[in-house]
Structure formats: C-alpha cells, structure tokens
C-alpha cells in the first residue's frame, strides 16, 4: 500500500552520487538521489563537496536532514522526492506537462481526473504532493487516447 504522509526520519546515511538513503520511523527505507538538486539550489552548493556531503545526520527530532553550516531538508520535501523517483507520484512539473499534453485547462483536468480545481493547483504549485491515485488516472488517460488515436 501507497504511502501518503511523511513519517519522521529514524536514521540518514549518506550513499555515493549525492543519495540518502533514509530510515523512516514507519520502517520502510528509501534512496534520494540529490544531486541534480544540489546543482541546481545555491544554498544546497556546499553539499557539492562529498565530504560535507557525508556529514548528513538526522536533524529537527526527526523532521529534518541536517549538514554542519545550518543547512536542512524538510522531511515532507525528502519524502514527496522519494515518492516522485520511485515512481508513485507526479512532480508539479510533470503533473503540468500532462495536462498541457493533453490540451486540458485547469478545469478540464480536474474534471478529467474527478478532482476540484483546488486540488489541480495544489498539485501544480506542489503544496500537495499527487497521490498514486491520480498518478495512475493519469496513466489511465493517457492510454485511452493513445487508443482512440490508433
């Protein structure tokens, strides 16, 4: 079953390439890659260096990954990226190319997909991460006017 709401963060351990590989207090396990990340956030710049890199520990009682220099990761932000890489959800960016793939406004999406039209633009500004749900509704769209193409 899906996992929808971030647990916190039991162990962090730092892994080659820039990946986190993150021990959630539910259990489970996952691998963040950050690189991309890093190259493309100023703030994240010092992390190039993989020995700074390496000094990730878990920060915030839980909520956190922490780096000496007062740099953190919010817990909901490792979360919804490890979902997003696993394959479970919908970057806002790619939730956006879908439905502009598609030709559809806001509006046409959500009543595409049996959404509100809030939640199409939580999903697009990011505020809410998209769920399994939509992300394979999507998928499912995709497939029927791939059919109707043919």
Known sequence: MPRNKPPRIRVVAAEGSKRLRIAW??????????????????????????????????????????????????????????????????????????????????GAAAEALGLSDRMVKYYEQGRHAVPRTVLLACKGLDAMSRRRAA
Request: charged residues 25%; proline residues 4%.
């Open 25 to 106: 207090a539910d259990g489970k396990n996952d691998i963040v890659a950050l690189e991309a990340l890093i190259r493309h956030r100023k703030a994240l710049a010092p992390l190039s260096r993989s020995a700074a890199f390496a000094k990730a520990r878990v920060g915030a009682q839980g909520w956190t990954v922490a780096w000496p220099g007062g740099i953190e990761l919010d817990a909901t932000f490792l979360f919804r990226l490890a979902r997003i890489q696993a394959g479970d959800s919908l970057s806002p960016e790619d939730f956006i190319a879908w439905r502009r793939r598609h030709g559809y406004s806001q």
